[in-house]
């Protein structure tokens, strides 16, 4: 495996500090935002809605709704479970526990609880291969880091793919007692959903999710976030207008300088800070991103920053 190296520590941290120093108002939008639930009830409603339609609907709709109403709004909830992971919706652990929970439902594959686990250990040990789950593993670069045939399979196929990276990552395991709430809500409603709607809605809803993990405009955000185009720079933003409907997830190195400030008030922290985010570069469109990564070969698997550990100084073996 041939990451890039990098023996410097992940660049959050001294942006975010340098930024705070000379924008001390920033702090302002530190904090929770509470409509960020009334959003998670609505695409749960859409997503059921959307399952009465597939069941009173020809079978070949299905795929159609999928992919220009499913994949968006299952996405989006992927992103609110994000914003309740980071305790950014609600006060108190088990209500963004439970809020999270409540935005995996429509996704119907539970995964909301080691989410929270493996996305914040991502922002502890960012680019160290044994505790960074955004890293590809070696079995998926021996696999699909094959040209356009490879790349194209890697991204159709990233929502499986995530789920066996935890396998082989060492770090704080996630949390049983709330993974058996996750699992028996999620697959209650999956339940829920083929009883009342019948097998094809429930179809509908798996494949909203796998379209919109990955061979989809939106699937595109895997790649922007940290797949280096500009080296040395490790964390790109996405400022396009696909980011009205993904709840400013584009905003990427804002998140990371800044992990307590809601997806509502990112676009806020690049205004306030113009001279800090306006040199580094960023995509402008997802779906252009999408085909850059297909069919450029210099945009491979392995165009990540890897560090040997958190501040590069000792290699973490698995």
Known sequence: MAFLPSREPEPHGARRRAILEAHPEIRSLMGRDPTTFLWIVFLVGLQVAMCWV???????????????VGAFANHACFVLIHDAIHGLVLRGSVASHFTAILAN???AVPSAVSFRTYHLQHHQHQGVDALDADLPRRWEIRLFNRGFPGKLGWISLYALIIMFRPLELRGKPPELGWMAVNFGAVLAFDLAVVLIFGPAALAYLLLSTFLGLGLHPVGARWI??????APPQETYSYYGPLNRIAFNVGYHNEHHDF???PWSRLP???AMAPEFYDTLVAHPSWPGLLWRFLTDPKVTLESRIERETRFGLKKVEI
């Open 224 to 229: 922007q976030e940290h797949f280096v185009v």
């Open 105 to 107: 439902l429509p996704t």
């Open 268 to 270: 806020q922290v690049r």
């Open 259 to 261: 992990a307590g400030i």
């Open 54 to 68: 597939v069941s009173i609907s020809p079978l070949w709709i299905l795929p159609l709704l999928a992919l220009l």
